[in-house]
């Protein structure tokens, strides 16, 4: 069964302090990671797909990397306008010839406070 | 372009009552998602639909919840009898294409339920 699992749980850094956000992922074969953003009372906001392992995108002040077992979402000079919950969900390649995209399973998110 | 809409924002009702959910995705795109999710979790999805039939239900509570599609749009998510442990957001997703590339899913709003 895939799994996504996302660390920390919660996070608080003040305005321009840097870190990173874990999503360790257990898939039969990947076939794309999302991140997403959520902020309160909406749906989630897409930001990044990667595909395969060395993989980076950048927007803004995030980054994405992906590895063979895990991403992460670098946050450089955090503003608190990026306070919001990050979502992580994993695309797995299936034998069933099945149309249409395949089901996104999400992680439990990271919720980032950037205090002034 | 328009994104997904969602109706109603916010829904109570008592255990045991009916309720219904709609959903407008944007405009030609294929695959349509139900997810559901439970204050401070990650999205966990119900139904995948390509045009109007379904691909994946296998996490739909089918002795409570039904969905469909008509005519390959909008649809439509019913839970008849809700119980307590449905209060939710749930939330309507579209992806652009078919086939099996990677494709980002958009979501809308959400609706957030809360059973009594």
């Known amino acids: 069964e895939d799994q996504v699992t996302q660390s920390p749980e919660a996070l608080r850094l003040q305005e321009g302090e840097s870190s990173s956000l874990n999503c360790s992922y257990t898939v039969s074969g990947l076939r794309g990671l999302f991140w997403y953003r959520q902020d309160p009372g909406k749906g989630p906001e897409f930001l990044f797909t990667l595909y395969s392992a060395g993989e980076e995108k950048e927007k803004e002040r995030l980054k994405a990397t992906l590895t063979k077992k895990e991403s992460f979402l670098h946050i450089t000079a955090p503003k608190p306008e990026d306070s919001a919950t990050y979502l992580c969900a994993v695309q797995a390649v299936t034998r069933r010839i099945v149309q249409g995209a395949q089901k996104l399973v999400f992680g439990q998110g990271t919720r980032l406070t950037i205090n002034p | 372009e328009a994104g997904v809409a969602q109706s109603p924002r916010y829904k109570i009702i008592e255990k045991r009552q009916s309720v219904a959910f709609w959903c407008n995705p944007i405009s030609g795109h294929a695959t349509l998602y139900w997810y559901q999710q439970i204050l401070g979790q990650g999205p966990k999805l119900l139904i995948q639909f390509q045009n109007n039939g379904v691909v994946d239900d296998s996490q739909l509570p089918k002795d409570r919840f039904s969905a469909e599609r008509l005519k390959g749009v909008d649809s439509t998510l019913k839970i008849q009898p809700a119980k307590l442990e449905d209060s939710a957001v749930y939330l309507c997703?579209?992806?652009?294409?078919?086939?099996?590339?990677?494709?980002?899913?958009?979501f809308g709003q959400g609706t957030r339920l809360t059973v009594v």
């Open positions: 997703a579209s992806s652009p294409r078919g086939g099996r590339e990677n494709t980002e899913a958009f």
